[in-house]
C-alpha cells in the first residue's frame, strides 16, 4: 500500500475506531470498521510483540483497507513500591472472596514496547498511535521513513506541541470525557480531575499546534462528530460506541453494563491500574478508587487476576468496566451498520448547518 500522507486520505469518512486495549479490539471489530468507510484500529496494549504481529496478519487477512496500531508507551520508574504494597494488603479480602492470589506488580512496565515498534518498522501498517507519552524524534522518523503515518494522544496544549516538535503526523486530542484511560504523559496525582472538556481543549490545541486532530471524548452520535469538526478536528475517534457491537471483542458483562441503568454514571479512578481512567461506578471503585495509589503500570498487575475472576463468576462489580460519559448512548448494532449511521448522522448534521 503506498503511503498516505494526509489524515483525510485513510478513509471515506472521518470517523475512527478508538484502539482499545484489553481485547475490544479485535481483528474483526477494525475490519469492519476499515470495510464501512471508517477507520479500524488494534490496541497492541498488554500484549506481546508476537501476538500484535498476529493480529495485524488476521487483520490484513480480512481488510485491504487502512488500519491502525497502538501502542503504550513505556513508563518511568517512579511508583512507590510501598504505597503499591499497602493498596495489596487493602486488596487481599477482594482476592479472598474470588479465590485468587493477587498479580506480581513488577511484572514490567515498558509493554515490550521496543520489540513492538521493532516489528510495525520491519512490516510497516498505515498508521501507528501512541499513548502515556510521546516517542522521541529518532522514533516518529524511523516511521515516516517506513512510510508509516504517526499520531500521538494529547490531554493538554503542551503535549500536543511536545507531539509537533518530535515530529509527529497529527494528534489525537482527548477529552477528559473519554472512557477508559487518560492518555497522559506524565502522570500526576495532584493534576486528578483537572483534565480539560474536549471543545475546549480542541480550540486550545487549534490554537498551539499546526497538526491535524482526530478528537476523543464521549462521542456517540453523528451531531457530536460534526461539533468536533466544526470546532477545528480533521476526524473523531469512537471507543464506547464500538464497545457494544457484535464483532467488539469486550465481555458480555461489559457490554451489557453500558445501557444497565444500575450503572447510572462513570468516574476516574485509579482503582484498577493505578492511572486515571473513566470507567462505570460500581463496587470496587466505590470501595478502592480513593486508596489507590499512582502505580501503573503495577497496580494493573496486581488487580488483573481479581478482575479475571470476577468476570470469570459473572460478577461486573470488581471488573474495569471502561466507559466514556456517552454511555447510556449506545446501540446495540453491527460495527458496519454503526459506522454507515454515523456518517448519515453526520452529513444531516451538517447539511443542517449549511
Same mark, same amino acid.
Given at each position: 500500500?503506498?503511503?498516505?500522507?494526509?489524515?483525510?486520505?485513510?478513509?471515506?469518512?472521518?470517523?475512527?475506531?478508538?484502539?482499545?486495549?484489553?481485547?475490544?479490539?479485535?481483528?474483526?471489530?477494525?475490519?469492519?470498521?476499515?470495510?464501512?468507510?471508517?477507520?479500524?484500529?488494534?490496541?497492541?496494549?498488554?500484549?506481546?510483540?508476537?501476538?500484535?504481529?498476529?493480529?495485524?496478519?488476521?487483520?490484513?487477512?480480512?481488510?485491504?483497507?487502512?488500519?491502525?496500531?497502538?501502542?503504550?508507551?513505556?513508563?518511568?520508574?517512579?511508583?512507590?513500591?510501598?504505597?503499591?504494597?499497602?493498596?495489596?494488603?487493602?486488596?487481599?479480602?477482594?482476592?479472598?472472596?474470588?479465590?485468587?492470589?493477587?498479580?506480581?506488580?513488577?511484572?514490567?512496565?515498558?509493554?515490550?514496547?521496543?520489540?513492538?515498534?521493532?516489528? #510495525?518498522?520491519?512490516?510497516?501498517?498505515?498508521?501507528?498511535?501512541?499513548?502515556?507519552?510521546?516517542?522521541?524524534?529518532?522514533?516518529?522518523?524511523?516511521?515516516?521513513?517506513?512510510?508509516?503515518?504517526?499520531?500521538?494522544?494529547?490531554?493538554?496544549?503542551?503535549?500536543?506541541?511536545?507531539?509537533?516538535?518530535?515530529?509527529?503526523?497529527?494528534?489525537?486530542?482527548?477529552?477528559i470525557e473519554a472512557g477508559g484511560h487518560?492518555?497522559?504523559?506524565?502522570?500526576?496525582?495532584?493534576?486528578?480531575?483537572?483534565?480539560?472538556? #474536549?471543545?475546549?481543549?480542541?480550540?486550545?490545541?487549534?490554537?498551539?499546534?499546526?497538526?491535524?486532530?482526530?478528537?476523543?471524548?464521549?462521542?456517540?452520535?453523528?451531531?457530536?462528530?460534526?461539533?468536533?469538526?466544526?470546532?477545528?478536528?480533521?476526524?473523531?475517534?469512537?471507543?464506547?460506541?464500538?464497545?457494544?457491537?457484535?464483532?467488539?471483542?469486550a465481555s458480555p458483562l461489559h457490554k451489557?453494563?453500558?445501557?444497565?441503568?444500575?450503572?447510572?454514571?462513570?468516574?476516574?479512578?485509579?482503582?484498577?491500574?493505578?492511572?486515571?481512567?473513566?470507567?462505570?461506578?460500581?463496587?470496587?471503585?466505590?470501595?478502592?478508587?480513593?486508596?489507590?495509589?499512582?502505580?501503573?503500570?503495577?497496580?494493573?498487575?496486581?488487580?488483573?487476576?481479581?478482575?479475571?475472576?470476577?468476570?470469570?463468576?459473572?460478577?461486573?462489580?470488581?471488573?474495569?468496566?471502561?466507559?466514556?460519559?456517552?454511555?447510556? #448512548?449506545?446501540?446495540?448494532?453491527?460495527?458496519?451498520?454503526?459506522?454507515?449511521?454515523?456518517?448519515?448522522?453526520?452529513?444531516?448534521?451538517?447539511?443542517?448547518?449549511?
Open positions: 500500500m503506498p503511503a498516505l500522507t494526509d489524515l483525510s486520505s485513510f478513509s471515506a469518512y472521518p470517523i475512527v475506531q478508538a484502539p482499545m486495549a484489553g481485547g475490544a479490539s479485535n481483528p474483526r471489530l477494525a475490519a469492519a470498521v476499515s470495510g464501512a468507510g471508517g477507520l479500524g484500529f488494534l490496541a497492541a496494549g498488554y500484549k506481546t510483540s508476537e501476538a500484535m504481529y498476529q493480529e495485524i496478519r488476521q487483520l490484513r487477512d480480512a481488510t485491504s483497507q487502512p488500519f491502525g496500531v497502538n501502542l503504550f508507551m513505556p513508563q518511568p520508574a517512579t511508583v512507590d513500591p510501598s504505597a503499591v504494597a499497602v493498596y495489596a494488603e487493602q486488596l487481599a479480602g477482594e482476592a479472598a472472596w474470588y479465590d485468587t492470589a493477587l498479580g506480581d506488580p513488577d511484572t514490567g512496565s515498558d509493554d515490550a514496547y521496543d520489540a513492538k515498534v521493532a516489528v #510495525l518498522l520491519e512490516d510497516p501498517v498505515p498508521m501507528v498511535s501512541f499513548t502515556f507519552g510521546c516517542p522521541d524524534r529518532a522514533v516518529l522518523d524511523a516511521f515516516t521513513k517506513a512510510g508509516t503515518y504517526t499520531v500521538v494522544t494529547v490531554t493538554t496544549p503542551a503535549e500536543a506541541l511536545a507531539a509537533q516538535w518530535a515530529g509527529a503526523d497529527a494528534v489525537c486530542v482527548q477529552g487518560q492518555g497522559t504523559h506524565r502522570d500526576d496525582p495532584q493534576l486528578d480531575g483537572t483534565g480539560l472538556g #474536549l471543545l475546549t481543549l480542541i480550540t486550545q490545541v487549534r490554537e498551539a499546534v499546526q497538526l491535524p486532530m482526530i478528537a476523543a471524548g464521549g462521542l456517540m452520535r453523528g451531531e457530536q462528530i460534526a461539533a468536533v469538526l466544526a470546532a477545528g478536528a480533521s476526524a473523531a475517534a469512537l471507543g464506547t460506541a464500538f464497545l457494544v457491537c457484535p464483532e467488539s471483542g451489557q453494563a453500558l445501557t444497565d441503568p444500575v450503572y447510572a454514571r462513570t468516574e476516574v479512578t485509579r482503582a484498577f491500574s493505578g492511572r486515571p481512567a473513566r470507567g462505570l461506578l460500581n463496587r470496587f471503585v466505590r470501595e478502592h478508587g480513593r486508596y489507590a495509589p499512582p502505580g501503573y503500570p503495577q497496580v494493573h498487575h496486581l488487580t488483573q487476576p481479581v478482575r479475571r475472576a470476577a468476570a470469570g463468576l459473572g460478577d461486573p462489580q470488581a471488573m474495569a468496566l471502561w466507559a466514556g460519559q456517552g454511555h447510556r #448512548l449506545a446501540r446495540e448494532l453491527s460495527a458496519g451498520a454503526l459506522v454507515e449511521t454515523l456518517a448519515a448522522e453526520l452529513h444531516a448534521a451538517q447539511g443542517a448547518r449549511a
